[in-house]
């Protein structure tokens, strides 16, 4: 095997890695939802859930870097953070819906958007394409938002920060709703431009 071969075999193996740190930070983060839901609907422990908001916005966050720093980079890390990043905005939003913190059309606008976006997944597989890449703007929306519902959480609290938690929660959750609104627009988009313009696969029969 010549070195392109090699270099190329390396490359393969790293995007096929599991067990890197990475990874293990977005698990983390993933078996923390549960744990927050609890906390926020049965106890009503603000204090905690605003704790595990906290930590998985910190982790997010982490992993990225620690992926670009560490080259640990992975198939499943690209698939594994974006979702866990939608399975935090959405599990949050219903909660708080749930406890009365923000108003229930948002939470649709928001939801509704990931819903819609999931019917074009077809679109790629169809064709034998990967999912299309998170851009720079939606991981700011989700960024904004990730940082807008502990401060909303926060803002619950019999604290001096609560004025200021409120103010700043709210304009994040806008700031944050626009963008992912906007980025959900773009990815539509592309999903219908792939549509129109890449052929569908076509399955072999027999052998």
Known sequence: MDAVGQKKSGSEQAAD????????LSMVRLAGVPLFLYLLLGPH?????????????????????LARLLNQTSRLGALLDPFVDRLYVITTLIAFVLRD???????????????????????YR????????????????????MFA?????????????????????????????VLYVWTGGLYLAKAVDVARTVPPTV???GP
Request: charged letters at 10%.
């Open 101 to 123: 913190i923000i108003p229930w059309w948002v939470a649709a606008i928001l939801i509704g958007r990931d819903l819609v976006l999931a019917l074009t997944l077809p679109i």
């Open 45 to 65: 422990a603000d204090g905690w859930a605003l704790l595990i908001l906290m930590l998985s916005g910190f982790t997010d966050w982490a992993d990225g870097k």
């Open 149 to 177: 519902m502990p401060l909303m959480l926060a803002a619950q609290g019999d604290w001096g920060i609560a004025g200021f938690a409120h103010a700043w929660g709210y304009a994040l959750l806008i700031w944050g709703t």
């Open 17 to 24: 890695r599991i067990l890197t740190v990475p990874n293990l």
């Open 203 to 205: 399955a072999r029969s």
């Open 126 to 145: 169809r064709r034998g394409l990967p999912p299309p890449e998170v851009i720079y703007l939606g991981k700011a929306a989700t960024f904004a938002l």
